[in-house]
Each structure stands twice: as structure tokens, then as C-alpha cells.
């Protein structure tokens, strides 16, 4: 054998365990990322007396997708990973029925479906590279036996040489584009995790309103860390007047200034404005707000907390309601997956930040709550 015909079949014995290698980390990543996605679903799905059986049924179908996977990384022969295979799609497709039947949003089972698909598409290729299995070793076959080889032999290696090279190199390309499991960055969260988010948030939060009192200049309350005016400043510098008494103009600096203390106090974080036009750029937005949305809903509990607790002031009030109202997920995700329409009158005052006060002006203007006034100038 010439020197040149045994580094090249080196070369292709070496490239073969590579691509059989990459095939098995594809299946490896690809089978953790879609375990933990299916667990995230899992969580979501009711568990009660009527479907106690299905349930356990989607639990015990997501183990054995596990454990097949397992099975498939250990397997020799192509027979034994096509058998497996099978059984393994059998239970990815019965739990994307269950989650039909419990009329989970289409964008979650499409979601569950690509990341199927990723763990197929790993498991596809580790088949096709075993199947080249057969032509390596006639290519380790012939070269073993060059000396001995007719003319038609060595033509027939050299093709078989050829062939083979040019398909390790294609798909050697194919298997070092992005990876499909990429480690996750602030914004970027899967539909599983924005619907486990609404279930959460569904069943701690059910209320979408809170007992709005307005604070009285004469009762006391807690910490001064408050941006708040003490009793003995209020009652010398300012006055309580009610909005109808007020224009906008009038009280558009003072809420201004406390949108900016209180967003600063409870660490409220800006959201990706939506557009009037633009569909694809507003569900673009839609997903890059959701963690900001997740955030913004603990700021608002934290909210509330204090306003129960220490001060009842119709600003934070205000500020409660608008910043609640515009990080609701629940009301985002229907517009998304019922209208599509993320633009409404509703919401074109949540969609600036400059138009906050404006909101909050008009809440207290619907809700009769007093707003405070300095002598002279607006708070």
C-alpha cells in the first residue's frame, strides 16, 4: 500500500468515529435539553381525580423517552437503533396527544415538536453513520490487501476513498454549524417556560385587582425609606386636591417624578415598546419582555406589600396598577395566540413610557383617588 492510500484511509477511519461521536453528543444534549422541556410541561398539566391515569401515563412516557435514549447511545447495530427509535416516537407522539387533548396553545406543541425533532434529527444521523459502517471496513478490506489488489480493485478502492471522504466532509460541516442546544441568555426563554410562568403566576395571582385606599395625611405609617413627603412636610408644604379639580398639565411633572423614584425604589425594568404594524417585530418584543414581565410581576407583589402595609398613597397606587396592567403575560399571550393583535386602544398608553403618567393621572381621575399637590407648583 502506497503512503498516500494509507493516510487517506486513516483519515477516513478517523473521521468516521468523529461523525459517529458527534452523532452521539447531538442525541446526548439534544435528549437532556428535551427532558427538561418536557418536565417544564409536565409541571403545568393538572393532576386531579379525573385524569390521575393520563397523567401518570405522560410521567411514565417521559421516563421511558429517557431511558430509550439512553438505550439508543448504547446500541451496536443499526437494527437495534431503527427498533428503538420506533418505540421512542411512539411515546414523543403520545404525549404531544395529551397535550392536544388538554388544549395546551399551539405555539407550546410546536415548540415541544422542534425540540423533538432536534433529538430525532441526532438520532437520524448516528443511523446513517453506522450504516457507513460497511463501507469503511471494505475500504479497510481492500487496503489490506493492496498488494494482492487487480487493477479494477484499486480503481474501486479509490472511488470508495473518494465517496467517503466527501461524505465525512459534508457532514462534518453540517455537524459544526451553531449547535442546536445553546446555553440560554436573559431574553431568550422557550415557549414551556413562558407557559409555566402563566401557570404560576394563574395560580398565585388570581386577582387582578387590590383594595385601593387612599392614604390619609392623618394616619401614620412605617419606614420614611418611602419617597414620600413625612406628615409634618405634607401638611406644611403641600395640598390634597382631586383630579377633576386638576388637569393634566398640572400634575404631569409630579408623576413623572414618582414614576422615576418608585421604578428606581423596586427596580421596575423597561419593556420592548409594541408597534402598531409589524407583527413578526411585536412577537419578536413579545418573547425579549417576558423576563422583564416575570421581574415587574415581583416588584409589583413587593408593591402591594408596602401599600397594605405602610403607605396608601394614591401615586403608588397608580404606579401599581400601570406597571401591573403593563407586565401582565396572561393578557399578552392572548393577544398572541387568540388575535395576534399586541397594538389596542387599551394598550397604546402601556406601549411609551412617557405615557405612564398619563395612565396614572387617568386611573386616579376613575377612581376618585386625591392627588398631592405642592403649594405653588406641582409635587
Given amino acids: 500500500m502506497t503512503d498516500s492510500i494509507k ?74 437503533v431503527v427498533e428503538l427509535r420506533k418505540r421512542l416516537n411512539y411515546y414523543i407522539n403520545k404525549i404531544k396527544a395529551e397535550l392536544r387533548k388538554r388544549e395546551v396553545p399551539q405555539l407550546i406543541i410546536d415548540d415541544y415538536q422542534n425540540k423533538a425533532g432536534f433529538l430525532r434529527k441526532g438520532i437520524a444521523g448516528y443511523i446513517r453513520f453506522l450504516k457507513r459502517e460497511d463501507n469503511v471496513l471494505e475500504i479497510e478490506r481492500l487496503s489490506n490487501n493492496y498488494a494482492n489488489l487487480s487493477k479494477e480493485e484499486i480503481t474501486t478502492l479509490r472511488k470508495c476513498l473518494r465517496k467517503e471522504n466527501s461524505y465525512n466532509v459534508r457532514n462534518k460541516k453540517s455537524y459544526m454549524a451553531p449547535s442546536e442546544v445553546k446555553k440560554p441568555s436573559k431574553e431568550d426563554f422557550s415557549l414551556s417556560e413562558v407557559y409555566l410562568a402563566l401557570s404560576e403566576i394563574n395560580s398565585t395571582d388570581n386577582s387582578e385587582d387590590f383594595d385601593i385606599k387612599p392614604y390619609n395625611l392623618e394616619s401614620s405609617f412605617g419606614d420614611q425609606d418611602f419617597f414620600i413627603p413625612s406628615l409634618a412636610e405634607a401638611e406644611q408644604t403641600s395640598v390634597i386636591a382631586y383630579p377633576e379639580k386638576l388637569s393634566f398639565d398640572e400634575t404631569s411633572t409630579y408623576f413623572n417624578h414618582v414614576i422615576n423614584k418608585f421604578s428606581s425604589q423596586y427596580g421596575v425594568e423597561k419593556t420592548f415598546d409594541y408597534e402598531k404594524k409589524g407583527l413578526g417585530r411585536n412577537i419578536i418584543h413579545f418573547f425579549r419582555n417576558i423576563p422583564h414581565y416575570i421581574h415587574n410581576k415581583k416588584a409589583v407583589k413587593r408593591m402591594k406589600q408596602d401599600y397594605l402595609q405602610f403607605y396608601r398613597g394614591s401615586d403608588l397606587a397608580s404606579f401599581i396598577a400601570y406597571t401591573k396592567k403593563k407586565s401582565s403575560i396572561k393578557q399578552e399571550l392572548k393577544c398572541l395566540f387568540e388575535s395576534s393583535r399586541l397594538y389596542t386602544s387599551d394598550t397604546e398608553y402601556l406601549k411609551a413610557h412617557e405615557r405612564c403618567a398619563r395612565w396614572m393621572y387617568d386611573f386616579c381621575l376613575e377612581n376618585s383617588l386625591p392627588i398631592c399637590v405642592s403649594k405653588g407648583r406641582t409635587c
Fill in 7 to 80: 493516510r487517506r484511509v486513516e483519515k477516513i477511519q478517523k473521521e468516521h468515529i468523529e461523525l459517529l461521536q458527534m452523532a452521539r453528543d447531538s442525541i446526548c444534549n439534544n435528549g437532556d435539553n428535551f427532558n427538561e422541556h418536557i418536565t417544564d410541561l409536565v409541571t403545568v398539566l393538572d393532576c386531579d381525580e379525573s385524569n390521575v391515569k393520563k397523567y401518570a401515563a405522560v410521567v411514565n412516557a417521559q421516563e421511558l423517552i429517557t431511558e430509550l435514549t439512553e438505550e439508543i447511545l448504547e446500541a451496536k447495530t443499526v437494527d437495534e
